[in-house]
Nanobody, 114 residues
């Protein structure tokens, strides 16, 4: 499985973005997928996780109530809807499989202006 995140951009505080994670390869539907982010000078952190079937999600406290992860296993896609964005959400966002990490790829830049 290979994953590639996209959909980032520049948005004002309070705005919304929807990130997409495109999967290629087999057995994607059997894998839990995580959304991670890394801000400048900080460690990469897991902000959301969605189970293989999509029925279970978990979020970091910092994004709970604002971010929503979803997936479409027919299309081999995972999404992260980000609402009420804050400047502290500025980071490069990645998707990966937390229980068997893949190459991180380039991620997608999200910049939230105040």
């Amino acid at each position: 499985v290979q994953l590639q995140a996209s959909g980032g951009g520049l948005v004002q505080a309070g705005g919304s973005l929807r990130l997409s994670c495109a999967a290629s390869g087999s057995r994607f539907s059997a894998k839990t997928v995580g959304w991670y982010r890394q801000a400048p000078g900080k460690q990469r952190e897991l902000v959301a996780r969605i189970s293989s079937g999509g029925g279970s999600t978990n979020y970091a406290d910092s994004v709970k109530g604002r971010f929503t992860a979803s997936r479409d296993n027919v299309k081999n896609m995972v999404y992260l809807q980000m609402n009420s964005l804050k400047p502290e959400d500025t980071a490069v966002y990645y998707c990966n499989t937390p229980y068997s990490l893949l190459d991180w790829g380039q991620g997608t830049q999200v910049t939230v202006s105040s």
